[in-house]
């Protein structure tokens, strides 16, 4: 029970006794004794002559004061008597004396302090019992402790109150997101030495998944058109990046090649995880995969990108539609977004032709278009070279963004987000973002040859080797010196594609270098 209830009970306890103590004042006041306008015993309650501008507490300790000197003037009034030998009266008779003995005794003490009364105690002296009282209002430590201790109590409850709506918010903002319960331990990884093994678990590898699912509407299926590797240090923070070009000839299941986006498409995030570790020699810790179309959405909650037009990219056309390459793709996504629903066919020409080349604030449908066009931008690796440039753009703005903005985000955009990652891991890794920082990025293959195998391949990006690739890649992504992939899986791929496409080390006519 708190002080206050516990004041308020002992107040109206006073109010129910009987009317002794009004009958006493009233003689007081008629023999001309002065009085107190103090409570003279516990049972005689609150006397009304108390100032009305006194606070809570203060009544309160003023009533414990001279609840406590009574109580001392009746026990010195008895001792007296004892000594004096006088007979002692009865329980009643003695009480109301004893109260009256005090209240005169404490109406003189307030009207003129006498140097005869030294021996007794007063507030800042020491009392009988041998206890230093402060100076000042007695009690005031213990009040101060139980004011002390509400204001503790009222601070912890608005923490909290804070604390729970904050879990209430991430768990609104997160609870759109597809979580995906696959089992990472039970996606193949090939049998990597212990060396290997321990370094990688160093490092938090992360597959990105940009998937056009126009056709389903979902996240399980679909052309991943973007496929980007990301390897965080777990001490330093540092972060790189590799885009796996998605025409690159890989072995998607065993026995069956093909472009390495065939396999996400027709076999689900696993079979593509699968295909990346058994390739790669990787053991991804997680994956995150985005409607490629949400990108539009990020990019315009974030006011736009500055990206750069370049004459190529004006003059290119689509050698199958023969219409201009960059603004077909724009007009395609803003036709699909129906980003202008005033528009007859939900785009505009202002958005899609560039008169000259320059740096231009693009919104969220002309990025994608930027990111998807590959006629002039030297095909599938130039285009994965803008599609970095477009993360680490959005990276930087959304570590310098508000709240607001990222709400915004988090409402428009989780909804198309699908991850294996769990609530604890997004959350630790969205409280270490502004530590992060991306250190380099870069294609896969690093050199390679494009040709067309077969109909049914169509032209395809070939690593020249997948062996001496995968060497380089451990060494980017882990700063693992001389790594040698594994003899049973990648160094048997790579002779497979060699012997299907005769393609050697010597054979490669593009070399990717660092961004």
């Known amino acids: 029970m708190s002080n206050f209830e516990d004041y308020d009970l002992r107040r109206s306890s006073g109010a129910t006794r009987s009317s002794r103590p009004t009958n006493r004042t009233s003689a ?46 009746a026990s010195r009034s008895s001792a007296s008597r004892s000594a004096s030998g006088s007979r002692p009266r009865s329980s009643a008779s003695s009480h109301r004396t004893s109260a009256a003995a005090a209240h005169s005794s404490s109406a003189r003490r307030k ?32 009040n101060g402790k139980k004011k002390k201790t509400r204001r ?20 609104n903002k997160f609870g759109k997101v597809n979580w995906d319960n696959i089992n990472m331990d039970e996606i193949e990884v090939n049998n990597l030495d212990t060396e290997t093994e321990e370094l990688l678990s160093n490092y938090t590898t992360l597959a990105l998944f940009g998937v056009d699912n126009r056709s ?24 790189k990046m ?48 985005v409607d490629f179309y949400a990108l539009a959405t990020i990019v315009d909650d974030l006011g736009g990108l500055e990206l750069e037009i370049t004459q190529k990219m004006i003059d290119t056309d689509n050698p199958e539609t023969h219409q201009n390459a960059l603004a077909g793709y724009i007009a395609e996504v803003e036709n699909v977004l129906n980003y202008y629903p005033n528009e007859e ?27 998807r066009n590959r006629y002039a931008v030297d095909n599938d690796y130039g285009r994965a070279e ?15 963004a508000n709240v607001a903005t990222l709400n915004d985000i988090a409402n428009d955009v989780f909804p198309s987000i ?49 062996s001496s690739n995968v060497s380089q890649l451990h060494e980017f992504l882990y700063d693992q010196q001389d790594y040698d992939p594994t003899d049973d899986m990648v160094d048997v791929i790579s002779d497979h594609i060699v012997n299907e496409t005769g393609f050697t080390e010597d054979s490669a006519t593009i070399t990717q270098t660092t961004d």
Request: neutral net charge; proline residues 3%; hydrophobic residues 30%.
């Open 28 to 73: 007081n006041r008629a023999s001309g004794r002065p009085t107190s306008g103090r409570p003279v015993s516990r049972s005689y309650g609150r006397d009304a002559d108390i100032s009305p501008d006194l606070s809570l507490d203060d009544e309160i300790d003023l009533y414990d004061y001279d609840l406590q000197s009574e109580s001392m003037s």
């Open 111 to 142: 009207k003129k302090p006498s140097s005869s009364h030294s021996s007794r105690p007063t507030r800042g002296t020491s009392s009988s019992r041998g206890r230093n009282v402060p100076s000042g209002r007695k009690g005031s430590g213990r």
């Open 152 to 171: 503790t109590i009222i601070v912890v409850e608005i923490v909290v109150l804070l604390l729970l709506l904050l879990i209430f918010f991430f768990w």
């Open 216 to 239: 389903n509407g979902n996240l399980d299926s679909g052309n991943s058109d973007t496929i980007i590797l990301v390897s965080i240090n777990n001490d330093t923070k540092e972060v």
């Open 242 to 289: 590799v885009s796996v070009q998605r025409d690159t000839y890989l072995q998607i299941t065993e026995g069956t090649y093909r472009k390495c986006n065939y396999a996400y498409n027709h076999g689900g995030v696993e079979t593509a995880i699968s295909m990346l570790n058994t390739n790669l020699d990787l053991k991804i810790s997680g994956y995150v995969s």
């Open 345 to 371: 066919d939900g785009w505009k020409y202002s958005d899609c032709y560039f008169d000259s080349p320059g740096t231009y604030t693009l919104n969220g449908a002309q990025v994608v278009g930027y990111c």
């Open 386 to 400: 803008n599609q970095r440039a477009v993360i680490k753009q959005i990276i930087e703005k959304a570590k310098k």
């Open 418 to 466: 699908s991850t294996s990652l769990s609530l604890s891991q997004v959350l630790s890794m969205a409280a270490s973002v502004g530590d992060y920082e991306i250190a380099d990025s870069t294609g896969f293959p690093f050199a390679l040859k494009d040709t067309t195998i077969s109909k049914t391949t169509g032209s395809v990006l070939v690593p020249c080797t997948l």
